[in-house]
């Protein structure tokens, strides 16, 4: 029943900016933690940032200072804001929310960075 749905990819400039939204149906709860992953070519899915329901937030190193990670908790939604983008964080980008042990994902939508 719970769908994750995840909007706003696109091709942007390097140094430009851009923020990927996640939209959950089909709930009736608060997810304990919400987040994004993203998965370029070639290489393994990595965590991005998340956020926990208290609205503790975590980043991955590469993306520190660059990128904000908000949710609403009424509405279950996530936002990932990224600005100073580089080539580098052309990736297919996942939500992913989490209640207990059971993780939720999303389909993933394109981030294209050009240089």
């Known amino acids: 029943q719970v769908q994750l749905v995840e909007s706003g990819g696109g091709l942007v400039q390097a140094g430009g900016s851009l923020s990927v939204s996640c939209a959950a149906s089909?709930?009736?709860?608060?997810?304990?933690?919400m987040g994004w992953y993203r998965q370029a070519p070639g290489k393994q899915r990595t965590l991005v940032a998340s956020?926990?329901?208290?609205?503790?937030?975590n980043y991955a190193d590469s993306v520190k200072g660059r990128f904000t990670i908000s949710r609403d908790n009424a509405k279950n939604t996530v936002l990932l804001q990224m600005s100073s983008l580089k080539p580098e964080d052309t990736a297919v980008y996942y939500c992913?929310?989490?209640?207990?042990?059971?993780?939720?994902w999303g389909k993933g939508t394109l981030v294209t960075v050009s240089s």
């Open positions: 089909g709930t009736i709860f608060s997810f304990n933690t």
């Open positions: 992913t929310a989490k209640i207990f042990e059971r993780a939720y």
């Open positions: 956020i926990t329901n208290g609205g503790t937030t």
